[in-house]
C-alpha cells in the first residue's frame, strides 16, 4: 500500500510500482474512469467535423454553382433582349420560317413591307403572298437547302402586299437544323429594293432614249453625208427634165416621160428634206404661231376622208399659248398622227381623240431627259385602234421603218415627226397597248412673242439678156444651169471650178452682172471664192447654191453679203425668179 503524495514527493511513478499495489490519496481521472466515453465522443466530434467541414465545402459549392447559374441566365435575358431588340428593329425584314412554309415568326419591319399584321402572317405560307413568276424559282431553292445541298441562296423576288400590290425584294435564306441535323426553320432576312428596281427601270428606259438618240444622230450624219452629192444629181435630172419638156411639142408622148422623171425628182427631193427633217441638218424659218387653227383644218380635211365608222373627238384649250415653229411642219405633224391613227382603226372603226392644253414641264414630269422646265403646249392624238407591240414601240421612229404593206408606206412618216419636235426642242411620249390603241403627246415650248403674220409675194418670172458667170464642179449641174438660164435669154459662163472662176472673173472683172456658185467645191469653196471676187469687184452680185452646208445657211450666207441663198435641187422657175429679183435688186 502507498500513499500517493509520498510517490509524487519522491518522485516515483506509478509505472513503477509492484502490480497489484494499492494507492492511497491519489486525485480523480475522468479520462480513466471514463476513457470509452471520452474515445467515443472524440471519435463522434471528429467525425461532425469532418461532416462539418464537407458540408461547408458544398455549400460553397453550391453558392458558387448558383451564381453561375444566376451570371448565365442573366447573360442569357440580356442575350434574348438583344436579340429581340436586333430581330425587332432590324432595318431589314427578318423572318422564321417552317419547312413546309408558314411563317413562325416575322419582325415589324417585313409586316410594314408587306402592310400584313403579325396575326394576319401566322396564319399564312410564303407562297400565299409570292408573286406567281417567282414561285417555282423559289420552291426550288428551298427543296435544295432542305435537301443539305445548299447552305443558303439569295434571290430578288416579289412579295404581294396586303392591298395586291408588289414590292420587290432581295431575300437571303439559310437554315437552322436540331442536333441530329433534322431541319428545324428556315431564316428569311428581306430587303426592300423597289427603289432600285425603279431607279435600275429608270437607268434602262434613258439607256434605250440615249441608244435611240445616238442611232438618229449617226442616221443624220450619214444623211448629211449624202445629201450633198444626191442633191446634185437631183439637181440635173429636175433641171434637165423641165428644159426637156419645155422643148418638146405638146402632142410628143416623150413630154408624159420627162414629166414622170420631173416628178420622182420632186418626190426624191421631198424624201432627203425629210432625211434631213428627221436628223435635225435642216434649217426652217421659224414663226410665231398658233396650234389651234392647224388641228381645226386638219380636222376638217379628215371628217371628209375618214370612213364613218371612225369618230373624231377634240379637246382643245382655246386659251394655249403659241409655238415658234415651222406651221407647215406642224400640220405635217398632225396629219402624219392622225393617218397613222386611221390605219390602226381601219378594219373595226374606233374614235380618234386630237387635244391641246398648256402643260407646265417640271423635273418631276419630264417627258424625257435633258429638257428644258419650263411652259409647253402638248399636243395629243390617240386612238382605239390595234395598237403597237412593246418589240415594235421601240423603232417605231427609225427612219423606213414600217410595218405597213409595201406600197402603202415608206418608213419616214414618225422619224419626221421625230426631227421636227426634237429640232423645236421638243418631246414625244407614245403609250400604246395592243387591241387598246395609241397615244402620242407632242410637247411645243410655248413662247410669249406676239404672232406676226408673213406675207409671200408670188415671183414673176420673165427673162433677160445679162451676163451671168455658173460655178459648179459638177460638169452635168453648170451645165443643166447654164441652160436653164439660157432659156430666159441670159449669156452665161460656165466655170468648173473655183480657181478657174476666179481667173474668169480677173481677166473681165466687168464682163459679169451675176455670179452664181456651189459652195462645196474642191480647192476653195463658195464662200472664199465670193470673198476673192470681192475683192476684185465688190459690187458684183453673188447667188451661194448648195446642195448641203453644215457651216452656212441663209441667214448667214446673208450677213456674208451673198445676194441670196438657194439649196438644191431647185426648179427651173425658182432658179429663174431668183436670178430676177438679184438682178432687178442691183439694177
Avoid at 381645226?296 to 370612213?307: D, H, M, V
Avoid at 451661194?544 to 438644191?568: C, P
Amino acid at each position: 500500500m502507498f500513499n500517493y503524495d509520498q510517490l509524487e514527493r519522491f518522485n516515483i511513478k506509478l509505472s513503477d510500482l509492484p502490480k497489484g499495489s494499492i494507492v492511497l490519496n491519489m486525485p480523480f481521472s475522468f479520462y480513466k474512469e471514463y476513457k470509452t466515453l471520452v474515445l467515443v465522443t472524440l471519435v463522434f466530434m471528429f467525425i461532425l467535423i469532418i461532416i462539418i467541414v464537407i458540408l461547408q465545402i458544398n455549400i460553397t459549392k453550391r453558392k458558387r454553382v448558383e451564381i453561375t447559374m444566376q451570371t448565365r441566365t442573366r447573360k442569357l435575358e440580356e442575350s434574348e433582349i438583344r436579340f429581340r431588340s436586333t430581330f425587332e428593329q432590324a432595318a431589314v425584314g427578318i423572318a422564321h420560317v417552317s419547312a413546309d412554309g408558314k411563317w413562325l415568326r416575322v419582325n415589324q419591319r417585313f409586316c410594314d413591307m408587306i402592310q400584313y399584321d403579325k396575326s394576319e402572317l401566322i396564319n399564312l405560307t410564303f407562297q400565299e403572298i409570292t408573286h406567281s413568276e417567282d414561285i417555282a424559282i423559289k420552291l426550288e431553292y428551298v427543296k435544295r437547302i432542305l435537301k443539305g445541298e445548299i447552305k443558303s441562296y439569295s434571290m430578288e423576288k416579289r412579295y404581294f402586299r396586303k392591298d395586291g400590290s408588289t414590292v420587290w425584294v432581295n431575300q437571303t435564306v439559310s437554315l437552322v437544323r436540331l442536333d441530329h441535323d433534322q431541319p428545324d426553320y428556315l431564316i428569311f432576312v428581306i430587303e426592300d429594293i423597289s427603289a432600285r428596281i425603279k431607279a435600275s427601270t429608270e437607268r434602262l428606259k434613258l439607256e434605250k432614249k440615249l441608244e435611240q438618240s445616238q442611232k438618229m444622230e449617226a442616221i443624220g450624219t450619214l444623211a448629211g453625208g449624202i445629201a450633198h452629192d444626191f442633191n446634185n444629181l437631183l439637181q440635173v435630172v429636175i433641171g434637165c427634165s423641165q428644159l426637156g419638156i419645155a422643148a418638146l411639142p405638146e402632142t410628143d408622148k416623150s413630154r408624159g416621160y420627162m414629166q414622170a422623171i420631173f416628178d420622182a425628182g420632186i418626190r426624191a427631193r421631198d424624201l432627203v428634206k425629210q432625211i434631213l427633217t428627221f436628223s435635225r441638218k435642216s434649217q426652217s424659218k421659224y414663226e410665231v404661231m398658233s396650234v389651234i387653227p392647224l388641228i381645226k383644218e386638219a380636222t376638217k380635211f379628215l371628217r371628209s376622208s375618214l370612213p364613218t365608222t371612225t369618230k373624231i373627238d377634240q379637246n382643245i384649250d382655246e386659251d394655249c399659248k403659241d409655238i415658234l415653229a415651222n406651221p407647215t411642219q406642224v400640220h405635217q405633224i398632225i396629219m402624219n398622227l392622225c393617218t397613222n391613227s386611221d390605219y390602226a382603226m381601219r378594219q373595226k372603226g374606233g374614235r380618234l381623240s386630237i387635244g391641246l392644253m398648256n402643260v407646265e414641264i417640271t423635273d418631276q414630269n419630264m417627258p424625257q431627259p435633258n429638257m428644258q422646265c419650263g411652259d409647253y403646249v402638248q399636243l395629243t392624238i390617240a386612238d382605239t385602234g390595234s395598237g403597237i407591240s412593246q418589240e415594235i414601240l421601240d423603232r417605231i421612229f427609225d427612219p423606213f421603218y414600217t410595218t405597213k404593206p409595201v406600197g402603202e408606206g415608206t418608213g419616214m412618216g414618225l422619224s419626221v415627226v421625230h426631227g421636227i419636235v426634237n429640232g423645236y426642242g421638243g418631246a414625244i411620249r407614245v403609250e400604246s397597248k395592243i387591241n387598246e390603241g395609241t397615244k402620242f403627246e407632242i410637247f411645243f415650248p410655248a413662247t410669249k412673242e406676239d404672232i406676226k403674220p408673213v406675207e409671200v409675194e408670188p415671183a414673176i418670172i420673165k427673162g433677160g439678156n445679162e451676163r451671168i458667170l455658173f460655178v459648179d464642179d459638177e460638169e452635168s449641174v453648170v451645165q443643166m444651169e447654164k441652160s436653164v438660164a439660157e432659156s430666159y435669154g441670159y449669156r452665161v459662163t460656165i466655170a468648173k471650178s473655183s480657181l478657174e472662176a476666179l481667173e474668169t472673173v480677173k481677166s473681165s472683172a466687168d464682163s459679169f452682172d451675176l455670179v452664181v456658185t456651189d459652195q462645196t467645191m474642191p480647192g476653195m469653196i463658195g464662200v472664199k471664192l465670193a470673198q476673192e471676187i470681192w475683192n476684185i469687184e465688190p459690187n458684183l452680185p453673188i447667188i451661194l447654191i448648195t446642195g448641203f452646208s453644215h457651216t452656212v445657211d441663209e441667214e448667214l450666207a446673208r450677213d456674208m453679203g451673198f445676194s441670196d441663198f438657194l439649196k438644191k435641187p431647185v426648179t427651173k422657175e425658182v432658179l429663174g425668179s431668183t436670178i430676177l429679183k438679184v438682178l432687178d435688186n442691183n439694177s
